[in-house]
């Protein structure tokens, strides 16, 4: 196994006994793995201010196939979460997508999409102020790299292509929208027109959207996510409370 050089950004750590430290890492070429750092608590040389939670860093860490933790042996800062931690609202919201990435990921898969997903949200929930509908942007993008994304575009049950304004329509339990003939027996919520292909087709870049939409949209995928993945954030309460 040896010596590994990775890039990762810290999920979250602990301290283990007197002076060592448990990380939950998600790095660009091995997923999600969960290393120790000895004497990571005390030693300012070697682990000062790195291995802390939102820091994207260069890590070197040895793998043995027995066990079940990495060693980590070094990290460099490659993108600080300085400044992110003195706002709630932020650390919330990094909270909860460094929280989503753990939860969501097996051991050891490799998802890049994902981590260059989880490193752009970290980035510009530091940089810029994240309204709610970013916020479903990105949960969003990341459903999709793991391949959960809802259907938005095809009626889940018989297949058939929608009209934007027909798209009406969601069932959480099929995951996607359903047709006029198929929500006559497909237990489903049902949306004003537009919203669907709204929320389908939003990005940061189109500016402010109403809170209804944003109600909405949470809504959809609170909905979906806990119905389909058994996922209980415990950061997803916070954050509503503080991003809402
Ligand atoms: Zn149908």
């Known amino acids: 196994m040896g010596l590994c050089k990775d890039t990762a950004m810290i999920l979250s750590t602990r301290t283990f006994g007197e002076s060592d430290k448990i990380v939950r890492f998600f790095s660009l070429n091995e997923g999600r793995l969960t290393g ?6 005390k030693s300012q040389k070697r682990f000062t201010n790195t291995l802390e939670p939102f820091n994207c860093v ?20 490659e993108e600080s979460n300085s400044g992110l931690e003195v706002d709630l609202k932020k650390v919330c919201i ?14 050891k898969e490799r998802n890049e999409a994902l981590f260059e997903t989880l490193r752009t949200v970290v980035l510009q929930t530091k940089r810029v102020e994240l309204n709610y509908s970013d916020i479903l942007y990105y949960e969003l993008q990341m459903l999709d790299h793991l391949g959960y994304l809802p259907n938005f575009v095809r009626c889940v049950h018989c297949g058939i292509e929608l009209a934007e304004g027909e798209r009406l329509g969601f069932s959480k339990e099929k995951g996607g929208i359903v047709c006029l003939a198929c929500s006559r027996f497909i237990p489903h919520r049902r949306y004003p027109q537009g919203f669907i292909p709204q ?7 189109k500016g402010r959207t109403t809170e209804a ?3 909405m949209g949470r809504d959809i995928l609170e909905d979906f996510v806990s119905f389909h993945l058994d996922v209980r954030l415990k950061s997803y309460r916070l954050l509503k409370k503080v991003a809402g």
């Open 36 to 41: 120790i750092a000895k004497g990571g608590k």
């Open 58 to 77: 260069r890590i070197e860490f040895f793998e043995k196939a027995t066990a079940s933790m990495v060693r980590i042996e070094n990290a460099d800062i």
């Open 94 to 107: 990094a909270s909860f997508f460094s929280e989503f990435v753990d939860r969501m990921t097996r051991e």
């Open 199 to 205: 929320l389908a087709s939003y990005s940061p870049d």
């Open 213 to 215: 939409f944003e109600r």
